[in-house]
């Protein structure tokens, strides 16, 4: 059980996710989707909603949304339809926005969220629909507002939760996991920060125990994981505390400064009947075939859960490792070729043992990129050759501490990690009775640290090996090193 969210209160939350769908174009018009470009350079007579220009639908984005729909479990309707959502607003040449209502293109689905302690939540998906984003307002550095109509148009898909998230946490691990499967299927790069991910919350409280929904409050338009988990709570607390000082929360959209952590009214009372809602009538019905459906379904890649899952089943990883290296798909894939096919013999030698590469990968890896703050698509080592070095290095080739420092630099450089070792003599120092001459010389040389192991002082052994490792370079095995060690001190 989780702890709940208000200890006076049911919190009720539900979530509406705005996506921008990977296409190269918008959804009606044959005008570049890009971001960062000069004002108003990719619009069309569509996007400015010019006398006599027709919509025109973009087919790639039905079938990035179908995608959304099979991968979040949805019921794909053959037949849907599009809708004129009116309201006025600067950014809106058209004088509506073109959606979909009654008759949405998926609905029905659910997404299991990571909880603490392991366990999943299940919440149900509503619906998701199609639509096209409006332009964008401009306040900035003049008195007056510019539009730039470069976003109008740009494909988007909503995707509506039902009312099943109770907490703030759970908003966070909800809109994760979701971003993840979109950007996991191709749908969406969903950049928040470029506004390609982006969530309203509806949040409402009632008594514990009571069973009639209270009154919710919209926050639009929250475009990273803290900022939503941030304005949720403050929410919860502002409703919380009106309710207990006796008055009642009125149905409004609101918005979040984060820089004072304070929730602000927008506007008041607005429902679906506000927007007057009615079939366009330059679109006819979106209509595709079962056949289609099949064939997009067919087409998705494996989802994160399924591979997580799959790591830990075939690969033997623990279910911490496993959802690391699941976290982004590029990961995942150059985690696998590192460790090829572990039921193929002809691949073995050349692949790496799964667990010790999860752990490099894990580890070294990944702490090199979050360093960088960069992808895995910065690395310029090839997944086959860290396999190779953490292949020497299980197999006593070369220690440790050398193919960390080989890694360091080969990682966003690339290299062959086994002809660098050749060509630099990194070689693990093997050699027993070299390794033996080396240790005796160190006994000699530390007759103190000797002693005091003698008298009982056991971590005296570890300035030994230090200096055995110094003069070796760093070449010895340690676990040879103090084997030699421990049988000449003993003795």
């Not at 990035?64 to 979040?72: E, Y």
């Not at 070294?364 to 703050?373: H, I, K, P, Q, T």
Request: aromatic letters at 6%; one cysteine or more; glycine letters at 8%.
């Amino acid at each position: 059980m989780t702890k709940p969210a208000h200890p006076d209160y049911d919190v009720v939350i539900g979530l509406e996710v705005h996506v921008q769908l990977r296409t190269e174009s918008k959804l009606f018009s044959s005008a570049a989707v890009t971001y960062g470009d000069e004002p108003n350079h990719h619009v069309t007579e569509v996007c400015l909603a010019l006398p006599g220009a027709l919509p025109v639908l973009n087919g790639r984005a039905v079938e990035l949304a179908i995608r959304a729909g099979v991968a979040l479990h949805c019921k794909i309707h053959p037949a849907s339809i599009f809708a004129r959502k009116n309201y006025f607003y600067p950014d809106l040449p058209k004088g509506y926005q073109i959606s979909q209502f009654e008759e949405p293109v998926c609905t029905g689905g659910y997404l299991d969220i990571p909880m603490n302690g392991g366990e999943a939540k299940r919440i149900g998906i509503t619906r998701i629909h199609m639509e096209e984003d409006a332009g964008k307002s401009m306040h900035e550095g003049t008195s007056d507002t510019r539009v730039d109509l470069n976003r109008s148009g740009v494909p988007l898909v909503e995707i509506v939760s039902e009312p099943d998230l109770r907490s703030a946490d759970e908003v966070g691990s909800y809109l994760k996991t979701l971003r993840q499967i979109l950007r996991y299927i191709g749908a969406s790069d969903a950049d928040m920060e470029k506004g390609q991910f982006r969530c309203d919350a509806n949040v409402s409280l009632r008594r514990h125990g009571a069973s009639e929904l209270g009154t919710r409050r919209e926050i639009k338009n929250l475009n990273s994981f803290r900022f939503a988990e941030a304005a949720v709570r403050t929410e919860i607390d502002n409703q919380a505390q009106l309710l207990d000082e006796g008055g009642s929360v009125i149905q409004a959209t609101v918005g979040y400064d984060s820089d004072a952590d304070r929730i602000f009214v927008m506007r008041t009372k607005e429902n679906a009947d506000d927007y007057r809602y009615f079939p366009d009538p330059d679109l006819i019905p979106l209509v595709v075939s079962e056949a289609r459906i099949a064939e997009i379904a067919a087409e998705l890649p494996e989802l994160p859960a399924d591979r997580c899952l799959r790591f830990q089943e075939e690969l033997g990883l623990g279910a911490d490792e496993a959802q690391v290296l699941t976290g982004s798909r590029e990961l995942a894939d150059w985690f696998e070729a590192a460790v090829g096919d572990p039921k193929s013999v002809r691949n073995r030698e050349s692949a790496g043992d799964p667990k010790s590469v999860a752990n490099w990968v894990v580890r070294d890896v990944l702490g090199a990129l979050n360093e960088r703050d960069v992808e895995i698509d910065a690395v310029a080592l090839a997944p086959e050759g860290l396999a190779t070095l953490v292949r020497m290095v299980d197999e006593g080739r070369v220690t440790a501490k050398s193919a960390r420092g080989l890694l360091a630099e080969i990682l966003f450089e690339g290299g062959d990690p086994e002809a660098l070792i050749q060509e630099r003599r990194l070689e693990a120092l093997s050699d027993t009775g070299e390794l033996e001459t080396v240790v005796d010389a160190v006994i000699a040389a530390n007759p103190e640290a000797v002693a005091s192991y003698g008298e009982g002082d056991k971590k005296s052994v570890n300035f030994l090996m230090g200096q055995v490792m110094k003069k070796t370079q760093g070449k010895a095995d340690p676990g040879s090193v103090r084997e030699i060690l421990a049988r000449k001190l003993e003795g």
